[in-house]
């Protein structure tokens, strides 16, 4: 059983960072992708990025290249979202998910769902 556990959120003002941590527990199988995904109020959930367990791969949304790092402790089981030069409209609730796909942009490809941790951007 795949357990994803999110941490890190907060309240930051603009042009700030946090970081956050998917620790996950329940994955053996180096074909995962593990990826971050966020919701606004009212709207859809949205790929962020994405990166594969074995940490060959990375991929990111265009609105959050040059400020957004994701990165992989494979000795921890965890999966990192650095956050730099954060913006108001990044304000939304960030999820991290698993699943065995190469379609890692569409939230439904994904098996397994944190419950989300809260990321807000005052300006």
């Known amino acids: 059983q795949v357990q994803l556990v999110e941490s890190g959120g907060g309240l930051v003002q603009a042009g700030g960072s946090l970081r956050l941590t998917c620790a996950s527990s329940g994955i053996t199988d180096s074909t995962y992708i593990m990826a971050w995904f966020r919701q606004a109020p009212g709207k859809e959930r949205e790929f962020v990025a994405a990166?594969?367990?074995?940490?060959?791969?990375?991929n990111y949304a265009n609105f959050v290249k040059g400020r957004f790092t994701i990165s992989r402790d494979n000795a921890k089981n965890t999966v990192y979202l650095q956050m730099n030069s954060l913006k108001p409209e990044d304000t939304a609730v960030y999820y991290c998910?698993?699943?065995?796909?190469?379609?890692?942009?569409?939230?439904?490809?994904?098996?397994?769902w944190g419950q989300g941790t809260q990321v807000t951007v005052s300006s």
């Open positions: 990166i594969k367990w074995t940490g060959d791969f990375t």
């Open positions: 998910a698993a699943g065995r796909t190469w379609l890692f942009t569409t939230a439904r490809n994904y098996d397994y």
